[in-house]
């Protein structure tokens, strides 16, 4: 079965910072691939997604992601932090197996960024 | 253009009453998804649909019910709420060859 695994459930940087948050999923043919971010008492908005073009893709305010296959991975990046990107981050695969009709989350990673 | 919208936001019940949420877009988007949010487990999809009439199981269906009778309405329906069921609720939608989905605000749901 398909998973998703996020590698810290709480990342904290400095205003001006690299953002790393790690992603990395289970799948025996390569998915599609999506990051979310949550702001408080708000829905998912997409950040950006995967979907077999180019495996290093860029998405809205300033982040990228790059799809790894030998690696399993689709870690986020952002160059420089902002206050304003304090949230929580979902990463998700949708599988071919699920006709890519499903979605399916890892756990989360909330971000904080401090001054 | 409002997207996807869900009522109610904000709902309390107590343990054997039945309620239902309510979603529908106004995209025309033929495929559409409840999902169900606890800490610490990201997301779980409840149930799905692609189609006016045509729904199936998710990850988690047990205690919900869903019906798809009209392109833009997808109503998610608890039986007999139990205190397992306290959670928040996300509906989602997207239209054919088009992978990602477009998410509501949410209903967060409290049973007591």
């Known amino acids: 079965a398909q998973s998703v695994t996020q590698l810290g459930s709480h990342v904290s940087v400095s205003e001006g910072a690299l953002v790393l948050l790690r992603c990395n999923y289970s799948s025996s043919v390569p998915p599609y691939l999506f990051w979310y971010v949550q702001y408080p008492n708000q829905g998912l908005q997409l950040l950006l997604k995967?979907?077999?073009?180019?495996?290093l893709v860029k998405g809205i305010n300033g982040f990228e992601a790059e799809f790894k296959k030998s690696e399993t991975s689709f870690h986020l990046t952002k160059p420089s932090a902002h206050m304003s990107d304090a949230a929580e981050y979902f990463c998700?695969?949708?599988?071919?197996?699920?006709?890519?009709?499903?979605?399916?989350f890892g756990a989360g990673t909330r971000l904080a960024v401090h001054p | 253009n409002a997207g996807v919208t869900q009522t109610p936001k904000f709902q309390v019940l107590k343990t054997g009453q039945s309620m239902t949420l309510q979603c529908a877009q106004d995209?025309?988007?033929?495929?559409m998804s409840w999902y169900r949010q606890d800490p610490g487990m990201g997301l779980r999809l409840i149930h799905y649909?692609?189609?006016?009439?045509?729904?199936d199981q998710g990850e988690v269906p047990n205690g919900y019910n869903v019906s798809r009778s009209t392109t833009e309405d997808f109503p998610l329906r608890l039986l007999s709420a139990a205190p397992s069921q306290t959670s928040v609720y996300f509906c989602?939608?997207?239209?054919?060859?088009?992978?990602?989905?477009?998410f509501g605000d949410g209903t967060r749901l409290s049973i007591l």
């Open positions: 649909s692609v189609g006016a009439g045509i729904t």
């Open positions: 998700a695969v949708s599988p071919f197996s699920g006709g890519y009709n499903k979605l399916i």
């Open positions: 995209m025309n988007h033929e495929y």
């Open positions: 995967y979907t077999s073009a180019a495996t």
């Open positions: 989602a939608s997207r239209r054919t060859g088009d992978m990602p989905q477009h």
